[in-house]
């Protein structure tokens, strides 16, 4: 995704229709294999993608009360992963600079006077070599590493049962699995057909066949009596991580996506946040300059506010599955969002922190401090 929008991004721009794109990747990339969803302000650049749009969602408190929240300026959307590829290829076509090569790379990296990449079967040298690949480490021992990990259905019921314009995007009425943060997603496309996706914050990736068995118990109970259709599934696992990710490796070598730190620690969201990125970047490439750092100051906080909720929940100082619920009784829904984006200035940061409870998170305060300390003395 992050590979496929930094080329569609450079090609929108007529001052670099000259520069010619190499585009490598192992996959062919025919398959449903991602669902995005995101919120957004105003039109975005992929909205002719989008399969659905919401302008109102529900979050489910643990004693089973629900939240309506609307979400202007905001709208949440979603976007299949077929359709974003299919459509990028499409455009692509309409684009003799790039170059597209189906091959795994074996290695890459840069100099001062360039950039270069192996394959199996060939090298390569280009001016700026912009990475999506690399694997960031999650063991730093000072840092923390949780999973958002999730497996999902997409269902079509034998009976009208979903409301079409309010999807449940955090359902905490669900039984926290083995004390981790649990919760339900349920995206409708109609009233008989939604995306049912069980999701974790936790560290324990599950085996295989027990989200299977806890996702359908939960569509049983929830539901019951009702039988569906599994039409499409999908299974995945976001990291969650305050742990130091280097997008500029040098002047001619960037990253992206999350290889450069581009999925949100606190939430797991990505596909928003690399857009906005990823335009900044090529703005410096417009104005002729070597892409440098889009780790601004209001991301730079939002990023100390996530090591603080990580270290919350990886140590279980306060009960995850109310802190979410409350932050949308206790904010208007734009600044929870506005938030949980990085758009938010720091008086409302004050407000958000406000509502949280202040003694476990002074104290996981205190510890992030304490392991910032000790990894920047060991």
Not at 178 to 201: I, K, M, N
Not at 230 to 250: A, K, L, N, R
Not at 326 to 350: A, C, M, Y
Request: glycine share 6%.
């Amino acid at each position: 995704m992050a590979g496929l929008s930094f080329v569609y991004a450079v090609c929108l721009e007529p001052t670099l229709r000259d520069k010619r794109i190499l585009l490598v990747d192992s996959d062919t990339k025919t398959q449903n294999d991602r669902t995005w969803a995101f919120w957004e302000i105003g039109t975005g650049r992929f909205d002719s993608l989008l399969y659905r749009q919401w302008e109102t969602v529900q979050v489910r408190h643990p004693d089973q009360s629900k939240i309506r929240v609307p979400m202007a300026p905001y709208t949440y959307k979603l976007i299949r992963g077929a359709d974003f590829y299919a459509h990028v290829r499409s455009f692509l076509t309409d684009h003799p600079q790039v170059t597209w090569i189906q091959g795994e790379i074996t290695s890459c990296g840069a100099d001062e006077t360039s950039a270069w990449l192996s394959t199996s079967t060939q090298q390569f040298k280009g001016q700026i070599l912009v990475d999506s690949i690399y694997r960031p480490r999650f063991d730093q021992p000072y840092r923390n590493h949780l999973w958002q990990h999730f497996k999902g259905y997409f269902l079509e019921m034998d009976h009208p049962i979903f409301d079409p314009n309010l999807p449940d995007i955090m359902d905490f009425s669900v039984p926290q699995v083995d004390g981790e943060c649990t919760f339900l997603y349920v995206l409708p496309f109609s009233t008989t057909r939604a995306l049912v996706e069980l999701t974790f914050f936790s560290e324990p990736i599950l085996p295989p066949e027990r989200y299977t068995a806890l996702l359908r118990d939960l569509i049983a109970q929830k539901w019951p009596g009702v039988g569906y259709q599994i039409e499409e599934e999908e299974f995945g696992i976001i990291p969650m991580s305050d742990g130091s990710f280097q997008e500029i490796v040098s002047k001619r070598h960037v990253r992206i996506g999350t290889a450069g730190g581009y999925t949100q620690p606190a939430t797991g969201f990505t596909f928003a946040l690399t857009q906005e990125r990823i335009g900044e970047l090529v703005q410096a490439l417009v104005q002729g300059k070597f892409p440098t750092s889009t780790l601004t100051m209001p991301r730079k906080r939002m990023e100390v506010y996530a090591a603080i909720l990580l270290q919350v929940l990886r140590d279980k100082l306060h009960e995850a599955h109310y802190f979410f619920p409350t932050l949308f009784q206790k904010n208007p829904p734009q600044r929870v969002f506005g938030f949980l984006s990085g758009h938010t200035t720091i008086w409302d940061e004050i407000r958000v922190m406000q509502s949280a409870p202040w003694v476990p998170f002074i104290r996981a305060s205190w510890r992030v401090f304490k392991n910032r300390m000790k990894e920047k003395f060991t």
